[in-house]
């Protein structure tokens, strides 16, 4: 009869053996010796795909001691061939992994739609971690897969988008909007004209934060408002719907060269948002002066 090298199976060893993983269930393996029953208690050893031993019913749950069986506690998820959630190709020796499974053993779960483009799929270990830093550390912290859904979007699978919120316009007392104006102030701290790039990083309604593409300092007439606000309409997700921008022309420069204040009003962007700040590049010197402030409208 043929021994079959390892990860190779069948009576001329011409099978693959596919990879395992965490069983997301256990279920009965079969008659596995060929005696026409399958039984549940004994070992079964010789067998290519479990060289160490495995039982016909269930996984066991029972270890032979010198002085006898003991029973084992919390025992269940033994390694199976492709997480026995998948079907393995014996030509290939890959996975064939049923619906809402992944992996190269089926080793996890799928994300719903692959999180429709509006997040990221991850463990629960990890969303467990990114939620005020709790620690999940069962059995399927790597296996079992969410969505972390982007700033603006919910869902299982990410797919509805979060409405816009506010305050009530009459608990302002006849308010009808209210946004956020921050003005800043970007000066140069060398004795030499003010130059390099800088970004600007927004944070919306929901507190996720968002940096724009650098911005190149100009002082030769070009407006750093019109710089900004490209800028900032380009951020993904459509984050900033409606920006103006005041100041940055000539009138509003800082001595000769030397730097610009400009005026940002998110128009669109609901509620009381926490103030852009600003980063820049290493070839950037400067010293930055800002404030912010709520603007209502009438």
Known sequence: MCTCNRNWQGADCSQRTCPFGLAHVDTPKGDLNHDNSITTGSTIVGSTVYPYGTQEKYPSMSVTKSGGATVQTETAHFYMECSNKGLCDR??????????????ACQRASCPNDCSGHGTCESIAELAAAEFGNIYELWDADVTMGCACDSGYNGADCSAKSCKYGVDPLYTDDTTARVTTTTVRIESSAATALSGTYALKFYDVFGEDYTTAPITVSQTGASQCTHAVTALTALPDSVINGVTCSGAANGDAISTNKGFTMSLTFTQNPGALK????????????????????????
């Open 275 to 298: 103030q852009v700040s600003e980063r820049a590049s290493l070839d950037f010197r400067h010293t930055i002066r800002h404030n912010s402030y709520i603007h209502i409208h009438y």
């Open 91 to 104: 030509k290939t020796g890959e996975c064939e992994c049923f619906d809402g499974y992944d992996g190269g």
